[in-house]
């Protein structure tokens, strides 16, 4: 077999195979199986072909996050958000993400296009609280955690940070009584919390 029609040959199975989505649908099942260098190698075919696919460029941001990209991620997700402003895992992903990377104002501002989103989103409002929590705003993530609370009351981390808040503006009985929600809901570090504020 010449060269030529090797390559043809070659080329012609790598699109047949983008084209059928496969690469896509292998890029799932490796990251749900914790394979994430193999899902990122098949998003990559994928976007090759379809470089604008919102669901791809979501779960490649995912990768990148999970495997400590994290400026890779947040560039994925907004480009899903420049495509899709009402993709609402991609609003809160990239929330988280820029909290994680110490841009409170960036978390903030996207973390408010989140809950504008999707009012009934307990996560939504917990990652725009934690956010505003870190930028300075307590008035705002008081309210944010107290939202989350009211949509999933049994989410324990919102008790645990609005404990936290109390505790900062001097309200020691409410801080109490939220650390205590929160250790009764299994959350890591309210036991300690407890012990350390609420035990004099």
Not at 38 to 43: P, Q
Not at 102 to 124: C, F, H, K, P, W
Not at 161 to 175: K, N, W
Request: proline fraction near 3%; hydrophobic fraction near 35%; include cysteine.
């Amino acid at each position: 077999m010449s060269p030529v029609v090797f390559g043809i040959l070659i080329f012609s199975m790598m699109y047949t195979r983008l084209c059928t989505n496969d690469s896509n649908i292998d890029g799932v099942d490796y990251f749900e199986a914790g394979q994430y260098e193999r899902a990122m190698d098949s998003f990559n075919d994928y976007l090759i072909l379809n470089p604008h696919d919102t669901k791809t460029l979501y779960n490649r941001g995912r990768c990148f996050e999970i495997l400590g990209k994290t400026e890779e991620a947040i560039e994925d997700y907004y480009n899903v958000i420049d495509r899709d402003p009402d993709n609402i895992k991609a609003l809160i992903s990239c929330t988280q993400a820029l909290y994680k990377s110490e841009r409170y104002e960036s978390a903030v501002r996207i973390g408010e296009m989140a809950v504008l989103t999707d009012q009934e989103n307990y996560l939504a409002h917990y990652y725009y609280a934690r956010a505003n929590h870190k930028y300075g705003d307590l008035v705002k993530a008081l309210a944010g955690y107290n939202a989350a609370i009211e949509l999933n009351p049994e989410f324990g981390l919102a008790y645990f940070q609005r404990g936290s808040l109390m505790l900062t503006i001097g309200y020691p009985p409410f801080a109490c009584y939220d650390l205590k929600t929160a250790r009764n809901l299994n959350v890591e570090g309210a036991e300690e919390a407890l012990e350390m504020y609420c035990n004099n």
